[in-house]
């Protein structure tokens, strides 16, 4: 079955240092990745899309990569904040309409 | 403002109380779907819809169902609650399936059965 794993449950990092997360998947091709930032008890929020073709992608402080050869994405914070932390999710979308999630990275910045 | 409306955002009930958690979404979507999020397990899918009168189980879909009379509208009903199904439930739209397409999440809904 298609699977999605992110590399560590928790990551601490110091604040201004880069964050970078791991996302892997087996199973599946998919033309795209998305990434989203959960904070505690609150939905998932929507942050990247990258495609297939894009190698990398960026969005401010924000930088994903992806290598469908390695069936693997990575998620970069530059310049990290304490704000940054929170808990960061993978996604794909499945040929079978749905939507696919790793279990997450709880990232703390610490100050 | 654009966004998934999910209410209640707390419930707390006892075995076999049939519930409704509502969900509504004022962005036209065409795809809504249900998710449960457990410690350790992540968001797990429910059911989803791809359109009105249109829906198909996810990947844990027992001891739920789903309706999708109205566009923007898309309850999760327990009929008889049972305590495995404590969990933290989002609703999630997008304007359509697709690889494309990221989700909008609600707030959430914290249900707790004794």
């Known amino acids: 079955s298609q699977k999605i794993e992110q590399n560590s449950e928790a990551l601490n990092i110091q604040e201004g240092k880069t964050a970078t997360l791991t996302c892997n998947y087996t199973?599946?091709?998919?033309?795209?990745l998305q990434w989203y930032r959960q904070d505690p008890g609150r939905g998932p929020v929507f942050l990247l899309l990258?495609?297939?073709?894009?190698k990398e992608k960026r969005k401010e402080r924000l930088k994903v990569t992806f290598d469908t050869t390695l069936k693997q994405s990575l998620f970069h914070i530059t310049a990290s904040q304490p704000a940054d932390s929170a808990t960061y999710l993978c996604?794909?979308?499945?040929?079978?309409?749905?939507?696919?999630f790793g279990t997450g990275t709880r990232l703390k910045v610490l100050a | 403002e654009a966004q998934v409306t999910q209410n209640p955002r707390y419930l707390i009930t006892v075995t076999g109380k049939k519930l409704t958690v509502t969900c509504s979404q004022n962005?036209?979507?065409?795809?809504m779907s249900w998710y449960r999020q457990d410690p350790g397990l992540g968001l797990r899918q429910i059911y989803y819809?791809?359109?009105?009168?249109?829906?198909d189980k996810g990947d844990v879909p027992e001891g739920y169902k789903v309706s999708r009379k109205e566009k923007r509208n898309f309850p999760l009903i327990l009929e008889s609650p049972s305590p495995n199904q404590t969990s933290l439930y989002f609703c999630a739209s997008s304007i359509r399936a697709g690889q494309n397409s990221p989700l909008h999440f609600g707030n959430g809904t914290r249900l707790t059965v004794t």
């Open positions: 199973n599946y091709s998919p033309a795209y």
């Open positions: 819809s791809m359109n009105v009168e249109v829906t």
């Open positions: 996604a794909l979308f499945s040929g079978t309409y749905k939507y696919i």
């Open positions: 962005m036209n979507h065409e795809y």
């Open positions: 990258i495609r297939e073709n894009e």
